[in-house]
């Protein structure tokens, strides 16, 4: 199983149902798909659908540099390759932790994982398999993905947040200091904190819905771009002159440029009306 196809139930598999899939049958609290971009998640998917194929000890499920996260993929990638996976892990794009293109692995991953298991209850134990890895199963806070360093500064920047304030006293005047300025400072650190830390989820509440929202066109786009060339097939069979002289043809060729649904409708009226002609005539 090398691709599916771009119609396939896998590629409107929603983030939230695909969090819900990998918590269940990992027994994990993932909150984010961007959690999976270690690729430690899809080792051990695959090793609860195929026990003993993936080198599940070499994966570390606590890596935060790009360089653990590229071994857990090649651990990956030996394991499809023993199965007889003929597919290609993007592993540059996937190790960004870009949500895109986290689900679309996933999805494939989903697609692939159901098709397999028929739908049946794995009698799988999780957290025994992940003890038994590099690192000892998830620590910490669930595994939660890192942000690549590359994009750290421009998170910053969208995020809103403003650099860290100095603490200490003025160097000019070490001793001294104006009255109330030991409450009021810590005072207004303390509310502006907050309104960073709102504003901070507000952006990152919006980027994930952004994010939904890019992955709905791209569907919707996929099965537009599917459905057209259903159409130009169905066009191109009803201009060949072999074809032509066929009645049913012509009634095609006014359904395909009608203008909108009603000449289609009259077109499809028009069929039937001749077949049951036809029928009584019989």
């Known amino acids: 199983?090398?691709?599916?196809?771009?119609?396939?139930?896998?590629?409107?598999?929603?983030?939230?149902?695909?969090?819900?899939?990998?918590?269940?049958?990992?027994?994990?609290?993932?909150?984010?798909?961007?959690?999976?971009?270690?690729?430690?998640?899809?080792?051990?998917?695959?090793?609860?659908?195929?026990?003993?194929?993936?080198?599940?000890?070499?994966?570390?499920?606590?890596?935060?540099?790009?360089?653990?996260?590229?071994?857990?993929?090649?651990?990956?990638?030996?394991?499809?390759?023993?199965?007889?996976?003929?597919?290609?892990?993007?592993?540059?794009?996937?190790?960004?932790?870009?949500?895109?293109?986290?689900?679309?692995?996933?999805?494939?991953?989903?697609?692939?994982?159901?098709?397999?298991?028929?739908?049946?209850?794995l009698n799988y134990d999780a957290a025994a398999r992940r003890a038994a890895s590099k690192t000892g199963g998830v620590k910490g806070s669930s595994g939660k993905a890192r942000i690549p360093l590359s994009s750290a500064t421009t998170t910053a920047n969208v995020n809103g947040a403003v650099p860290a304030r100095s603490t200490s006293i003025s160097k000019k005047n070490p001793g001294t200091r104006q009255f109330g300025q030991a409450v009021a400072a810590p005072a207004a650190a303390v509310s502006s904190g907050s309104q960073d830390t709102a504003m901070a989820a507000q952006v990152q509440e919006a980027a994930e819905q952004v994010t939904e929202l890019k992955l709905k066109v791209d569907n919707v786009e996929r099965e537009r771009d599917f459905y057209f060339d259903k159409l130009r097939d169905i066009e191109i069979l009803c201009q060949m002159p072999l074809l032509q002289s066929i009645p049913v043809v012509k009634v095609f060729e006014r359904i395909l440029y009608a203008a909108d649904e009603k000449e289609a409708k009259e077109a499809m009226e028009q069929v039937l009306e001749e077949y049951n002609q036809q029928s009584t005539t019989a």
């Open 1 to 121: 199983m090398s691709a599916i196809g771009i119609m396939d139930g896998a590629y409107f598999v929603g983030r939230n149902e695909l969090l819900q899939w990998i918590n269940s049958t990992l027994g994990l609290n993932l909150s984010k798909i961007e959690q999976t971009a270690s690729g430690a998640v899809a080792c051990q998917l695959l090793d609860a659908l195929h026990p003993g194929c993936v080198a599940l000890a070499k994966v570390d499920f606590n890596a935060k540099n790009d360089y653990e996260y590229i071994n857990n993929y090649k651990i990956l990638q030996a394991a499809f390759a023993k199965l007889g996976i003929d597919k290609h892990i993007e592993v540059n794009k996937l190790i960004r932790a870009r949500p895109l293109d986290n689900i679309e692995f996933m999805q494939w991953l989903k697609s692939y994982f159901d098709s397999h298991s028929n739908g049946q209850n």
